[in-house]
């Protein structure tokens, strides 16, 4: 990865500027035109480094504050269909496939739901049960946000 790539990444992981020149912005701490950090950033996400450019929205504040993880009892040869369903289901914005650990922890498949209440919430797991079949699981209700930021996943000193 070229030097200013790595740059262009750490300057952005954590957003870009809330500015009406953003890229202009980026390239003017970088010494980079607003045409080269568009460029770059295509370059980047054409070749699979980045995979998503979007917009992070506090979902709290717009009034979603039922959030609940739902770990699911599927059977191993069903995993990859329900996980498929319970994906493309409104309101889960992560799915996971996990380790059973036998005698302690039974479920294998893990999904966040959010909703504008928790009976919303429970409702989308009673409609992923109709649609699946898959009947056997826990939900754990958030109680408290400690943290909630992206992770920092490179420096400009990393290899």
């Not at 999904?111 to 649609?131: K, L, T």
């Amino acid at each position: 990865m070229k030097g200013d790539d790595r740059r262009l990444l750490v300057s952005i992981q954590n957003g870009i500027p809330l500015t009406e020149t953003p890229f202009r912005d980026i390239g003017a701490s970088m010494g980079l035109s607003e045409a080269d950090v568009k460029a770059r950033l295509l370059a980047l996400i054409a070749d699979g480094t980045i995979r998503r450019f979007g917009a992070r929205i506090d979902h709290r504040r717009l009034g979603i504050v039922a959030n609940a993880m739902v770990c699911w009892n599927v059977p191993e040869d069903d995993v990859e269909r329900t996980g498929r369903v319970i994906s493309g289901y409104p309101g889960v914005t992560h799915c996971y496939e996990r380790e059973v650990i036998p005698g302690a922890w039974e479920y294998n498949l893990f999904c966040v739901i959010h909703g504008r209440s928790a009976a919303e919430v429970e409702q989308g797991v009673r409609d992923i049960e109709e649609q699946t079949g898959i009947t056997g699981h826990v939900i754990l209700f958030s109680k408290k946000k400690f943290k909630h930021t992206p992770a920092a996943i490179i420096t400009e000193n990393d290899p």
